[in-house]
């Protein structure tokens, strides 16, 4: 158990609504990451937040928002969802954006029909 | 950018046997990271490797990392059906941590 839960854990969706998936850092960690992985492939990087801030954001459109809370939780929000946007959602969180190790959560299965 | 690539992507082995793993990545990588992902369930992280030449072991499990060579290797002693999964490598792009690039995985299938 690495102290960072998501959820929910699974969710399905119908393709056009919007969807809010929410993440709880381990206890001192400060920084959290968000990832996509599709079936089959490996993890892609959304975006960081660092003390309530975003701090790097990959290749995803601007429907993938994100906020951090003070006592350092997140959420991701997608608007308008695609087929494609299903996936498995993937938050990690370290105790610095530079340290050596992020802890992953559970994840949450996102199924779009 | 930083490109990330393993082989095999599939892999059958044999309990007992032996195999290694393969990560190449394109552009200078701070670490290398190498994790393992059951069926379904998240990432667990198994090394970190921070330096050229670093070597780390976990009971079957041994990660070395070539930074010159830009090539990281998973290799796997004596192999038992609870290592089936899928092991990916990533790399980190631009220092932060939130910035890994993952491999595409090698699947792991170890059959008695």
């Known amino acids: 158990e690495t102290g960072v839960t998501q959820s929910p854990t699974h969710l399905i969706k119908t393709r056009g609504q919007q969807v809010t998936l929410r993440c709880s850092s381990q206890?001192?960690?400060?920084?959290v990451s968000w990832y996509q992985q599709a079936l089959g492939q490996g993890p892609q990087f959304i975006f960081q937040?660092?003390?309530?801030?975003?701090?790097g954001r990959g290749n995803f459109p601007p429907r993938f928002s994100g906020l951090q809370f003070p006592n350092y939780s997140s959420e991701l929000n997608v608007n308008a969802l695609e087929l494609d946007d299903s996936a498995l959602y993937l938050c990690?969180?370290?105790?610095?954006?530079?340290?050596?190790?992020?802890?992953f959560g559970q994840g949450t299965r996102l199924t779009v029909v | 950018e930083l490109k990330v690539e393993q082989n095999p992507l599939f892999l059958s082995m044999q309990e007992g046997k032996n195999y290694t793993i393969y990560c190449n990545y394109s552009t200078t990588s701070d670490r290398l990271y190498w994790y393992r992902q059951d069926p379904g369930k998240s990432l667990e992280s198994l090394f970190v490797?921070?330096?050229?030449?670093a070597v780390k072991q976990e009971g079957r499990l041994m990660a070395s990392l070539d930074t010159k060579a830009r090539l990281s290797t998973l290799h796997i002693t004596a192999a038992v059906h609870d290592l089936s999964a899928t092991y990916f490598c990533?790399?980190?792009?631009?220092?932060?941590?939130?910035?890994?690039?993952f491999g595409k995985g090698t699947k792991l299938s170890v059959k008695p």
């Open positions: 490797l921070l330096s050229n030449g």
């Open positions: 990533a790399g980190i792009y631009g220092g932060s941590q939130g910035n890994l690039i």
């Open positions: 937040y660092y003390r309530e801030e975003e701090n």
């Open positions: 206890s001192g960690h400060n920084t």
């Open positions: 990690a969180s370290s105790p610095t954006p530079f340290w050596a190790e992020a802890f």
